[in-house]
Nanobody
Framework: QVQLVESGGGLVQPGGSLRLSCAAS????????MGWYRQAPGMQRELVAI???????NYADSVKGRFTISRDNAKNTVYLQMNSLKPEDTAVYYCNAWTEEAYWGQGTQVTVSS
């Protein structure tokens, strides 16, 4: 059974920073890749950033230069460092991992507001 547990969300002012963490049960190298998605109210879930087993990284155009995805293999954890946050970044952020199946965390709320 795969478990992904997100943490680190919260309320932040525009221009601020947050770091999200996604702790996986077991070795993350069994996944083909891991990533972060987000879903704002009334919107579809969208890709934010992914990192593959081999270390290839991709970002949504809307977060390039502001967000950084990384992983700590020893801790079986993937991070999303979010800088220069904007109100339009407000959403529930979900951790994702995939093999032949896709696995999801429960989500963590990020609210960017003054």
């Amino acid at each position: 059974q795969v478990q992904l547990v997100e943490s680190g969300g919260g309320l932040v002012q525009p221009g601020g920073s947050l770091r999200l963490s996604c702790a996986a049960s077991g070795n993350i190298f069994r996944f083909y890749g891991m990533g972060w998605y987000r879903q704002a109210p009334g919107m579809q879930r969208e890709l934010v950033a992914i990192i593959t087993r081999l270390g290839s990284i991709n970002y949504a155009d809307s977060v390039k230069g502001r967000f950084t995805i990384s992983r700590d293999n020893a801790k079986n954890t993937v991070y999303l460092q979010m800088n220069s946050l904007k109100p339009e970044d407000t959403a529930v952020y979900y951790c994702n991992a995939w093999t032949e199946e896709a696995y999801w965390g429960q989500g963590t709320q990020v609210t960017v507001s003054s």
